[in-house]
């Protein structure tokens, strides 16, 4: 098959946590990979952790494109058998309005489905969504587990979150939402995946903000505590995974939440310190004084491991690999 044996597949936003190793993953499951990221007119960025993977030089193409403007995805888009929509756009210092932001995302979204239909050649998408898109339930509280029938309530995020920090979750409500009924229309296969907290090592060079808040207590990221005192975890690994299942899956269709653990702030500081003892913690009275941030219900990913998919990785992977990966680059 030309491009790979597996054949020519495309991942946006391929320089992000997850992007870069799901790209990462693809090549070494046998795809050739497209992947886009934005323009750098004066050549500054280095892009080397990608192009420095196995199998890059003969299996990897970079291609600049912006949300901003979906039809700059076309040329990465061209000839795929599928495309994975990682991309999007994360302002949690209140930069731009709000409306900016989500209205991005969304139209972005919906024009890289539009290349994908008149590529022709696109059998699937998946897209990368969020458990926010899903957590943020008026009464999540009251039920034992949220799934993919649930739905964040837009009111409910800009009651309960500071002004900076809705965009990111309402933007990714609403681009699911966009996209499975454009899915529903026009008659392109779109799956969503739904992660929640994604741990685990990390070849961007920049600290992924969901691994800066998981390891909050390590890094002594006090304002951030209130964010995990029960918290719903997945490997980066087992995401990327999921990802590729999906799309190989025939029988695949609509949302898939992915979520592989629980753990409190409590058990999470008792692991940390048995494993790591050189870092000072916060003793377990401190952290019995930390006030909830956002009293979210746990997630349930029945549906995914009924699909028959498995995850790989536990909470000892996660924490072990992204604190290695923190110290290698120089964040620990």
Same mark, same amino acid.
């Given at each position: 098959?030309?491009?790979?044996?597996?054949?020519?597949?495309?991942?946006?936003?391929?320089?992000?946590?997850?992007?870069?190793?799901?790209?990462?993953?693809?090549l070494e499951d046998g795809y050739s990979v497209s992947t886009t990221v934005r323009s750098d007119p004066e050549k500054?960025?280095?892009?080397?952790?990608?192009?420095?993977?196995?199998?890059?030089?003969?299996?990897?193409?970079?291609y600049n494109a912006d949300l901003n403007?979906?039809?700059?995805?076309?040329?990465?888009?061209?000839g795929c058998i599928g495309v994975f929509h990682v991309a999007t756009p994360v302002d949690f210092e209140d930069k731009e309005d709000a409306e900016v932001v989500i209205r991005r995302t969304v139209d972005g979204a919906l024009g890289i489905l539009k290349a994908c239909l008149n590529s022709r050649t696109v059998r699937r998408v998946v897209y990368t969504s969020s458990a926010s898109a899903i957590q943020f339930c008026n009464d999540s509280n009251k039920m034992e587990y949220l799934d993919e029938s649930n739905w964040a309530e837009i009111d409910y995020i800009n009651k309960v979150l500071p002004k900076g920090r809705s965009p990111?979750?309402?933007?990714?409500?609403?681009?699911?939402?966009? $996209? +499975?009924?454009?899915?529903?229309? *026009?008659?392109?296969?779109?799956?969503?995946?739904?992660?929640?907290?994604?741990?685990? &090592?990390?070849?961007?060079p920049k600290?992924?903000?969901?691994?800066?808040?998981?390891?909050?207590?390590?890094?002594?990221?006090?304002?951030?505590?209130?964010? $995990? +005192?029960?918290?719903?975890?997945? *490997?980066?690994?087992d995401v990327a995974r999921?990802?590729?299942?999906?799309?190989?899956? &025939?029988?695949a269709n609509g949302r898939y939440v992915c979520s592989s653990h629980i753990i409190t702030i409590e058990d999470l500081a008792k692991f940390l310190s048995a494993k790591y003892p050189e870092f000072q913690l916060p003793s377990l009275e401190v952290l019995k004084d930390v006030k909830c941030y956002i009293?979210?219900?746990?997630?349930?990913?029945?549906?995914?491991?009924?699909?028959?998919?498995?995850?790989?990785?536990?909470i000892d992977e996660m924490f072990d690999e992204a604190i290695q990966c923190c110290k290698e680059k120089g964040y620990l």
């Open positions: 098959m030309e491009g790979g044996m597996k054949g020519k597949v495309c991942v946006t936003g391929g320089t992000g946590f997850i992007g870069s190793w799901l790209v990462k993953r693809l500054k960025r280095d892009y080397s952790f990608l192009t420095n993977l196995p199998g890059a030089s003969k299996n990897l193409q970079i403007d979906p039809d700059s995805f076309g040329d990465a888009i061209e990111y979750p309402i933007s990714k409500k609403l681009t699911e939402q966009a $996209i +499975l009924e454009f899915s529903k229309q *026009h008659g392109l296969e779109v799956v969503s995946v739904i992660p929640t907290f994604v741990v685990g &090592p990390f070849i961007c600290l992924p903000g969901s691994v800066r808040t998981t390891l909050a207590l390590v890094l002594g990221n006090e304002d951030e505590y209130g964010m $995990i +005192l029960r918290i719903n975890m997945v *490997h980066v690994d999921a990802h590729i299942f999906l799309f190989e899956n &025939p029988k009293d979210f219900a746990d997630v349930s990913s029945k549906k995914l491991l009924d699909a028959g998919f498995q995850y790989n990785c536990g």
